[in-house]
């Protein structure tokens, strides 16, 4: 492909400028020699406006996307472009499937910097190449400057749910135990620290991550699994407030039981901060028969991403969905929907 311009992209000197949106000939090198040298796989070399795709086996779809916007752009543990991939593998994997494809959209700002570009779409490749996705078609805006924050993220995921797979919200009944692959706000707090330029003794990384294996171990594991979820924005606490409406059912939690790293815990406490609020981008919570909760406990430990992993509560017959907690002094108290937003631009 190098061989239809004069010169190559200067990568490290370079940034980005609106002719690389434009859909000329410098947005045509831009995509040739960055991301579909990146990205290499034979649906993106096809070269067409689409992805045209086989799919490998009898099933259902699962099908998700999400937006990155995230300040800074890169972090302790991650940046946005392992982000981006992770995110959205992850929303896929959370309904049982094997994720299979990615697209990627890409909203640049003039003048960023083709290096920091360049440093993200590898990001996202090394990613993609680990979670065993191919990103097979894409799409790229510039703005003008000062109309975005360097880099904005799209990407959209699709997967295939086995036959006999069948995880849902409203699977979820009274007698099910609640468990967490690890611990939490991690991320959140990792983003944050960065942001805000504070240094701890002890470094806090983002767990961004994909779950897609982990999932796989747990599925395998023959337990029933009634549902899944990733805490991202509004946490923990968010989260089981919106699964228990939707379901229909009451959760009680067991403070003592929810991993938090000491370090997180220090930091949220010292800024008035609660860690049940706080993202995460490499947890998930799982829903399961109580009777089966340590054998699926100990399939999630068998994986790096679940080594952490906690039975953390238990679900009830409840028609207010109320989730409440008993705390590590031996006192109850609800936890309630997320007011307002805690850290915001984290994902």
């Known amino acids: 492909m190098t061989q239809r311009f004069e010169r190559s992209l200067d990568i490290k000197n370079g940034r980005v400028d609106m002719t690389h949106g434009s859909g000329g ?23 067409n406006d689409q992805a045209r795709l086989a799919i490998p086996a009898a099933g259902r ?41 990615l697209s990627a959209g890409f909203i640049l700002e003039e003048g960023f910097p083709l290096a920091d570009l360049e440093r993200i779409v590898t990001s996202m490749a090394k990613a993609a190449q ?22 904005f993220i799209n990407t959209a995921g699709v997967g295939l749910i086995a036959e006999g797979v069948d995880l849902s919200v409203h699977n979820i009944r009274a007698g099910d135990a609640i468990i967490v692959s690890g611990t939490l706000g991690d991320h959140g ?11 701890f003794d ?11 294996g982990l999932i796989d171990n747990m599925i395998k594991s023959g337990v029933a699994i009634h549902a899944l979820r990733d805490p991202t924005r509004g946490g923990l606490a968010t989260s089981l407030n919106e699964m228990a409406r939707a379901a229909g059912v009451g ?19 010292i800024l008035g901060l609660d860690p049940l609020y706080i ?61 307002g937003e805690q850290l915001p631009r984290i994902c």
């Open 189 to 199: 707090v990792a983003v944050m620290a960065q942001r805000e330029g504070l240094v």
């Open 25 to 47: 000939r410098a947005m045509a090198q831009l995509i040739d020699q960055l991301f579909a040298k990146a990205f290499d796989n034979p649906a993106l070399a096809e070269g």
């Open 61 to 101: 779809l699962a099908f998700s996307t999400d937006s990155y916007v995230i300040s800074p752009l890169f972090f302790a543990g991650g940046d946005i472009g392992s982000l981006a991939v992770h995110g959205t593998v992850n929303d896929v994997a959370l309904s049982g499937a094997k994720p299979l494809w």
């Open 279 to 339: 993202a995460n981008e490499g947890k998930l919570i799982a829903f399961c028969p109580v009777a089966q909760a340590q054998t699926l406990l100990t399939a999630m430990k068998g994986h790096e991403h679940g080594r952490e992993a906690a039975i953390i509560g238990e679900v009830v017959e409840d028609d207010h969905a109320f989730v409440e907690m008993t705390t590590t002094l031996g006192g109850q108290r609800m936890v309630d929907w997320l007011a």
């Open 202 to 212: 002890e470094p806090v990384l983002s767990d961004s991550a994909a779950l897609n």
């Open 251 to 269: 959760m009680r939690l067991n403070e003592a039981a929810i991993p938090v790293r000491a370090s997180v815990r220090g930091v949220c406490e």
């Open 130 to 151: 680990e979670c065993g996705v191919q990103i097979v078609t894409g799409d790229t805006k510039v703005v003008e400057k000062g109309k975005a924050d360097g880099v």
